[in-house]
């Protein structure tokens, strides 16, 4: 199983600055088959990033993707009151699927 | 547009069987282009996938699970189902369904609401 970490676990910034998450794997993940999802309370996730660097259908172009192999990075230029959540990184490459613990951005 | 909607008993008794189903609308669980999963999350907890199912009957688990999750999908109401069973508190958290994106694309772009669960006698 691909165990991934992320960090920070809390990040805490203001609207307007830049939000950079990090998401490590324990092996390399095949093919940067790796996507970000955005969690708000009570909300099921939202598919943000796959394929490491693609944004999905709809997805503002502050948030980005980059990574490969082990590491991987979900940046957000600038901090939108919305963007206020939980993210987390999950690798479709091997099964099992497996997602990380979490990164929670919230406002400082 | 894929919606996909959960529902089952909130509330289990330690040692039963869970059992969920979700209802696809928009589009169809016979389609060969994607599988179909579960995902949990315990209340303040992060997410941890339980299994797949394609209607070719394929189907994979995650390990520590795979000896009590029995996936099933119903063609004619549109439906596929989990069963987890010997539940106990440890198994408490809000289920979802999900929709892969297409075969060989393992994420999920189409997700049910969630329904939560509690196992407690």
């Known amino acids: 199983e691909i165990v991934l970490t992320q960090s920070p676990g809390t990040l805490s910034l203001s609207p307007g600055e830049r939000a950079t998450l990090s998401c490590r794997a324990s092996q390399n993940v095949r093919i940067s088959y790796l996507a970000w999802y955005q969690q708000k309370l009570g909300q099921a996730p939202r598919l943000l990033i796959h394929g490491a660097s693609s944004r999905a259908t709809g997805i503002p172009d502050r948030f980005s993707g980059s990574g490969s192999g082990t590491d991987f990075t979900l940046t957000i230029s600038r901090l939108e009151p919305e963007d206020f959540a939980v993210y987390y990184c999950q690798q479709y490459g091997t099964l099992p699927l497996t997602f990380g613990g979490g990164t929670k951005v919230e406002i400082e | 547009q894929v919606q996909l909607q959960e529902s089952g008993p909130g509330l289990v008794k330690p040692s039963q069987t869970l059992s969920l189903t979700c209802t696809v609308s928009g589009g169809s669980v016979s389609s060969g282009n994607y599988y179909w999963s579960w995902i949990r999350q315990p209340a303040g907890k992060g997410l941890e996938w339980i299994g797949r199912m394609h209607i070719s009957g394929s189907t994979n688990y995650y390990p520590s699970l795979e000896n009590r999750v029995t996936l099933s999908v119903d063609t004619s109401k549109n439906q596929f189902s989990l069963k987890l069973s010997s539940v106990t508190a440890a198994d408490t958290a809000v289920y979802y369904c999900?929709?892969?994106?297409?075969?060989?694309?393992?994420?999920?772009?189409?997700w049910g609401q969630g329904t939560l669960v509690t196992v407690s006698s």
């Open positions: 999900a929709r892969e994106v297409a075969n060989g694309y393992n994420y999920w772009n189409y």
